[in-house]
T-cell receptor, first 116, second 112 residues
Framework: NAGVMQNPRHLVRRRGQEARLRCSPM?????VYWYRQLPEEGLKFMVY????????ESGMPKERFSAEFPKEGPSILRIQQVVRGDSAAYFC??????????????FGQGTRLTVV | AQSVTQLGSHVSVSEGALVLLRCNYS??????LFWYVQYPNQGLQLLLK??????LVKGINGFEAEFKKSETSFHLTKPSAHMSDAAEYFC??????????FGTGTSLTVIP
């Protein structure tokens, strides 16, 4: 049973380009979370999605950032017109979302975005 | 609203000494609580979790945590630190709405 898969692991974009980060949750998981981590900082919640629905996007910047989790395929975090301040590690996590035995979130290895 | 507070962003201990990382939570209902560890350039890995069963929870790598409702705490301990324990540690609480709230993290340094 593969874990949470994120790709690419490293992504370099020039200012103004678009960045697409992909996350395939663990098999059987229908809840996906995206977090951003800057050096020496903790995890900042961005968005929580279930299949085809955005449940909580209170941590997403109002502009340039969007996320989706389609019925088929991975969850996508999309950053348009990237700026240097978007450089960070972006982590995806998934959970089954039901029952006391399946309460935790499982994390991917992250995508490290560098904007040059 | 639910949240966690980790006291001490940096903790240093000598190899072989007790490790104590503090976490206090805020929750209006019995919580699900977690400790995660993050090694450099890696994702977060679950150390242990509390799900309203035993208040003393044992995890991987010799770590354990005790849920104390009266103190709203879930501190992480390990009797004897090892060099390989050097990492970033995060406490988290899961809400009834399936949202996860993380603390700001504690960086553990182990001194030889």
């Amino acid at each position: 049973n593969a874990g949470v898969m994120q790709n690419p692991r490293h992504l370099v974009r020039r200012r103004g380009q678009e960045a697409r980060l992909r996350c395939s949750p663990m098999k059987g998981h229908s809840h996906v979370y995206w977090y951003r981590q800057l050096p020496e900082e903790g995890l900042k919640f961005m968005v929580y999605l279930q299949k085809e629905n955005i449940i909580d996007e209170s941590g997403m910047p109002k502009e340039r950032f969007s996320a989706e989790f389609p019925k088929e395929g991975p969850s996508i975090l999309r950053i348009q017109q990237v700026v240097r301040g978007d450089s960070a590690a972006y982590f995806c996590a998934s959970s089954q979302g039901q029952g006391p035995q399946n309460t935790e979130a499982f994390f991917g290895q992250g995508t490290r975005l560098t904007v040059v | 609203a639910q949240s966690v507070t980790q006291l001490g962003s940096h903790v240093s201990v000598s190899e072989g000494a007790l490790v104590l990382l503090r976490c206090n939570y805020s929750s209006s209902v019995p919580p699900y609580l977690f400790w995660y560890v993050q090694y450099p350039n890696q994702g977060l890995q679950l150390l242990l979790k509390y799900t309203s069963a035993a208040t003393l929870v044992k995890g991987i790598n010799g770590f354990e945590a005790e849920f104390k409702k009266s103190e709203t705490s879930f501190h992480l301990t390990k009797p004897s630190a090892h060099m390989s324990d050097a990492a970033e540690y995060f406490c988290a609480v899961r809400s009834t709405g399936n949202q996860f709230y993380f603390g700001t993290g504690t960086s553990l340094t182990v001194i030889p």
